[in-house]
Nanobody
Framework: QVQLVESGGGLVQAGGSLGLSCAAS????????MGWFRQAPGKERVFVAT????????YYADSVKGRFTIARDNAKNTLYLQMNGLKPEDTAVYYC?????????????????WGQGTQVTVSS
């Protein structure tokens, strides 16, 4: 069982930056692939970024490539998402997720555990 708690959301102006964190419980964090997803009001949840167990492999949605960076610190059981150049269309609830196994994935069906989400609002 893994429990995930996101933090770091908030309100920011377009062009600004925010850093999200996801703290994971348990001793096996390093054995999980991790991902960030987001859900805007009235829309389905979509993939944002994913990272493999070691942190050496990452993959991004085209909409955030070059602006967002996913990282992890296995010693601290923490996942990060640094968001730069934020746009109003980035407004959403952001969720972190953990999936058993080392390889990353952009499919939400790959993930077994989800956090409660943190709101990110970008004003124009």
């Amino acid at each position: 069982q893994v429990q995930l708690v996101e933090s770091g959301g908030g309100l920011v102006q377009a062009g600004g930056s925010l850093g999200l964190s996801c703290a994971a419980s348990g001793r096996t964090f390093s054995s999980y692939a991790m991902g960030w997803f987001r859900q805007a009001p009235g829309k389905e949840r979509v993939f944002v970024a994913t990272i493999n167990w070691s942190g050496a492999g990452t993959y991004y949605a085209d909409s955030v490539k070059g602006r967002f960076t996913i990282a992890r610190d296995n010693a601290k059981n923490t996942l990060y998402l640094q968001m730069n150049g934020l746009k109003p269309e980035d407004t959403a609830v952001y969720y972190c997720a953990a999936g058993r196994g080392p390889g990353y994935s952009d499919s939400d069906s790959r993930y077994d555990y989800w956090g409660q989400g943190t709101q990110v609002t970008v004003s124009s």
